[in-house]
């Protein structure tokens, strides 16, 4: 069966410094990978997404990036993080039409 | 404009009672998906149920069944026999088109309340 691993599950990092939260996929080969980020009592806002190794699509202008270095594994970045990057970061991967998502994790940037 | 509304921001049900949560959708694709997911207070987004613009029949998934109106551009989740389980955001997402390049679109959500 396939599974979807993210970590860390939580992060707490003070403005001005570097992210990375990595996103593994287990069980399938060649998905399609998303990363979405979710404000707090807010909808699903898609960032990235991704078809294969070193194809990414960014969704929205940011101070966040994306990359596949592998076929099952998917990171977000950032050089220098704000404040208005804090929220719920959900790696997903795709079978058929259907997303399935990770366990997630808050990210709180003081 | 919004391409998923939820209209309904918190709904309370009685356990053991029927639930409908409201979704409509903006689209003029002929070919487009309609999803539900369920988010507990855990975070993790939980598939519910899929809805295909061409399927004839309204989805249904265990207690979770799909009331699909093409025409007035809705796909209303409902819930039968409620749980304290059942507790939760509930999100309403569509995808446009077949390909992998189609993404996902979500609405604002609904936060479920079942009260024992």
């Known amino acids: 069966s396939q599974t979807i691993h993210q970590w860390p599950a939580t992060l707490v990092q003070p403005v001005g410094s570097p992210l990375s939260l990595e996103c593994t996929v287990e069980?399938?080969?060649?998905?399609?990978l998303y990363w979405y980020r979710q404000a707090a009592g807010r909808g699903l806002q898609l960032l990235f997404y991704s078809v294969g190794i070193g194809q990414i699509s960014s969704e929205v202008p940011q101070n966040l990036s994306a990359s596949r270095p592998q076929d099952r594994q998917f990171i977000l970045s950032s050089k220098k993080l704000l404040l208005s990057d804090s929220g719920f970061y959900l790696c997903?991967?795709?079978?058929?039409?259907?997303?399935?998502f990770g366990p997630g994790t808050r990210l709180t940037v003081t | 404009a919004q391409k998923i509304t939820q209209t309904q921001p918190g709904m309370f049900v009685q356990e053991k009672e029927a639930v409908t949560l409201d979704c409509t959708y903006d689209t003029s694709d002929q070919s487009y998906g309609l999803f539900w997911y369920k988010q507990p207070s855990s975070g993790e987004m939980i598939f519910l149920i899929y809805?295909?613009?061409?399927?004839?029949q309204n989805a249904t998934e265990g207690r979770y069944s799909l009331n699909f109106q093409k025409a007035r551009k809705s796909a209303n989740l409902v819930i039968s026999a409620s749980q304290l389980g059942d507790s939760a955001m509930y999100f309403c997402a569509m995808r446009e088109g077949k390909t992998s390049y189609d993404k996902v679109i979500f609405g604002p959500g609904t936060s479920l309340s079942v009260i024992p």
């Open positions: 997903a991967w795709e079978r058929g039409y259907e997303q399935y």
């Open positions: 069980g399938t080969s060649n998905p399609n």
């Open positions: 809805q295909g613009s061409y399927d004839e």
